[in-house]
Each structure stands twice: as C-alpha cells, then as structure tokens.
T-cell receptor
Framework: AQSVTQLGSHVSVSEGALVLLRCNYS??????LFWYVQYPNQGLQLLLK????ATLVKGINGFEAEFKKSETSFHLTKPSAHMRDAAEYFC????????????WGAGTKLIIKP | DVKVTQSSRYLVKRTGEKVFLECVQD?????MFWYRQDPGLGLRLIYF???????EKGDIPEGYSVSREKKERFSLILESASTNQTSMYLC???????????FGQGTRLTVV
C-alpha cells in the first residue's frame, strides 16, 4: 500500500536560512506528487506538483522540490525563509494503485525564528 | 477565481444533534472529498464522490454519511454528533486524480 512519510512534525529555521522539508513515499508505479501549504485557520493550497515531466519542480512563493526516484523522495526546499512561510506543509502522492486518490503525509509545521 | 465554499467556518453543536456540513464548488469538478484534520494525524478521508449520487467510503466513515444530489454540492452529515467528532473538517474538489485538489476554508466543529 502507498504511504507518505514526512520526517519531523515540526521544523524550526531562522529567517533567511535554508528551508528543507522532507518527504518520502512508497509507490510501485510512477507517482504523482504534491506539496500543499496550510496557513493558520485556512484550507490547503497547492505549492507545487510533479507529474512525470521535469524532476525539479518550481512552485509558488519561491519553493521548489526535486523528485528522486532512486531515493523515493520529494523534498521541499526554499533558499531563504521568510516569516510569512510559517505554516503547515503536507506532502501527498497518488498513483495507479491508489486509484489516483491522494495519500497524505502527516504534515510538518514550519516555524520561523526571527 | 476558482472556489470551494464551506457553509460555516465555526460550529458548536450538542452531543446527539444531527449536523450538516455543506460544501459547494464552482469548477464543474467530478470529484469531491470530505476530510477530517486532527493534530498529528494529518488529513483522513471520510467519504468521496466521483459523480452525482455516487459515494465511496474513505478511511474513517463511521458515524458519518454524505449526500451528493447535484454536481456542485457535497454534504457531510453527522447522524448523531459525539464529542470525538470535534475536529476541523475540510472539503475539496478535483477534476481527476492527476490534477490538484482545491480546498475550502474548513469548518471547525466543536461538539459539547
């Protein structure tokens, strides 16, 4: 069965530092991969998605993620954190085995220190 | 601007009440979903629907039912609310499994 693992329920970085949020998935077939962001008391919105085109995917707000098949990873990065990036981030995967239903990670709360 | 609208942002209901959570999308999407979100547990799928009058159970359907009489509207029903159903409920829609899901703002339900 598919699964998504996000390493670290909370990640804390200083403003201006590199942001790295980790996501590993299990899938026996080529997956579709997504990162969503949830600001406090709001719904989720799409940051970026991988759908078998370029392995390096650029998203909104300066975020990007790289699909690495050999590592079954889809880590999210941003070169320089801003206070406004404080939010919860969710990784999700869908593929043929899940009937293209989204399988969600547990989420990582990003904390930005001044 | 595409939209998924949930009828209430905050609700407080009493134990045993029948509760209706409404969700409307304006994108003509086939798929609609109801999730429950609790701290540390991520998003858990309650029910989803691929078409009008069609519904499928998700991972945690117990204590819930749904209704989809029109393509744009997907309702979640708590037949007899209990305190363990206190949670954030998120509605989403998508065109298909290959494209992104769009989410509503969420309904924070408290059952007392």
């Amino acid at each position: 069965a598919q699964s998504v693992t996000q390493l670290g329920s909370h990640v804390s970085v200083s403003e201006g530092a590199l942001v790295l949020l980790r996501c590993n998935y299990s899938s026996s077939v080529p997956p579709y991969l997504f990162w969503y962001v949830q600001y406090p008391n709001q719904g989720l919105q799409l940051l970026l998605k991988y759908t078998s085109a370029a392995t390096l995917v650029k998203g909104i707000n300066g975020f990007e993620a790289e699909f690495k098949k050999s590592e079954t990873s889809f880590h999210l990065t941003k070169p320089s954190a801003h206070m406004r990036d404080a939010a919860e981030y969710f990784c999700a995967v869908s593929d043929w085995d899940s009937n293209y239903q989204l399988i969600w990670g547990a989420g990582t709360k990003l904390i930005i220190k001044p | 601007d595409v939209k998924v609208t949930q009828s209430s942002r905050y609700l407080v209901k009493r134990t045993g009440e029948k509760v209706f959570l409404e969700c409307v999308q304006d994108m003509d999407h086939e798929n609609m979903f109801w999730y429950r979100q609790d701290p540390g547990l991520g998003l858990r799928l309650i029910y989803f629907s691929y078409d009008v009058k069609m519904k499928e159970k998700g991972d945690i359907p117990e204590g819930y039912s749904v209704s989809r009489e029109k393509k744009e509207r997907f309702s979640l029903i708590l037949e007899s609310a209990s305190t363990n159903q206190t949670s954030m409920y998120l509605c989403a829609s998508s065109r298909d499994g290959f494209t992104e899901a769009f989410f509503g703002q969420g309904t924070r339900l408290t059952v007392v």
